[in-house]
């Protein structure tokens, strides 16, 4: 059964930075998809950045600011957030998805997802 549990949310104000972390079980993840997604109410899943086999791929919203890594040593991804707006407040999810097809950024790709961590940004 895989599971993801993701975990780093919390408050920080403007300008501050948060890592968050996906712990991924149940599967060898490594040539898997991995992404992160984030929502706020009333909005689809936004795409944030996804890790596909050896290359990784940013919203344009977050490109310099946001990065994505991943350790398959022990199918861990995390999301490196800096430079924190208010428009980043929202519910970050990880997901995975079993093939590296280019619709990495489309969240109804993905097979599996995490519970959500709430990242709040205060002005």
């Known amino acids: 059964q895989v599971q993801l549990v993701e975990s780093g949310g919390g408050l920080v104000q403007a300008g501050g930075s948060l890592r968050l972390s996906c712990a991924a079980s149940?599967?060898?993840?490594?040539?898997?998809?991995m992404a992160w997604f984030r929502q706020t109410p009333g909005v689809l899943r936004e795409f944030v950045a996804a890790s596909v086999g050896g290359s990784t791929y940013c919203a344009a919203s977050v490109k310099g600011r946001f990065t994505i890594s991943r350790d398959n040593a022990d199918d861990t991804m995390y999301l490196q957030m800096n430079s924190l707006k208010p428009g980043d407040t929202a519910v970050y999810y990880c997901?995975?998805?079993?093939?590296?097809?280019?619709?990495?950024?489309?969240?109804?790709?993905?097979?599996?997802w995490g519970q959500g961590t709430q990242v709040t940004v205060s002005s």
């Open positions: 997901a995975v998805k079993r093939d590296y097809n280019s619709d990495y950024d489309r969240y109804l790709a993905y097979d599996y």
């Open positions: 149940g599967r060898t993840f490594s040539r898997y998809t």
